[in-house]
């Protein structure tokens, strides 16, 4: 049987494969921590946001995830999601490599991983190759997918 961690992961990541937004959020505390590459770092329901935002406009997606490990404190995870960037009409694999802390059967904190120049070079063509390495083309990356997440974050309020 495996420890019920482990099945928070599993559920978290099946969730991601059906695009159930809420059961993904459902899997966090309510002043989780996530931080990726794109991202930042993210806290409470801005974390919840980012996957409803993610789900919802997600192209010829799919994902796929093995390694899940957890014992009562920590645990992590390797997946793959493939998908159509939308701004670029480009596909991308993008292979992460996930750490989670738990508290009181919930995630508490999760750490994704990633190549984010090998990103930019699926996502944006030559423009990702040439410069996607650069600290300067990384930080734009970063404000962008922030700036997309505060005007999803905005229209779900007034909606």
């Known amino acids: 049987m495996s420890h019920p961690n482990q099945q928070l992961i ?4 099946t969730a991601f494969q059906q695009r159930d937004a809420q059961t993904m959020a459902a899997c966090y505390t309510d002043d989780a921590i996530f931080v990726d590459p794109a991202f930042g770092e993210l806290h ?4 919840r946001d980012m996957w409803r935002m993610l789900v919802a406009r997600a192209q010829n997606f799919s994902l796929s995830y093995e390694r899940v490990v ?3 404190r920590e645990g992590s995870a ?4 493939r998908y159509l960037f939308s ?9 992460i490599d996930a750490r989670f802390v738990f ?10 991983r990633f190549d984010l120049w090998l990103w930019t070079r699926q996502a944006l063509g ?9 600290p300067l083309v990384q930080r734009a990356i970063r404000a962008q997918a922030r ?4 005007h999803y974050r905005q229209r779900q309020q007034r909606g």
């Open 10 to 13: 599993e559920r978290f990541y």
């Open 70 to 72: 957890a014992d009562e």
């Open 78 to 81: 390797h997946w793959v999601a």
């Open 126 to 134: 030559l423009k990702g190759t040439l410069l996607g390495w650069s």
């Open 87 to 95: 701004q670029t009409g480009r596909s991308v694999v993008n292979r």
């Open 103 to 112: 508290r009181d059967g919930l995630i508490a904190e999760h750490r994704d």
């Open 147 to 150: 700036k997309g997440l505060d």
């Open 44 to 47: 409470g329901e801005a974390v």
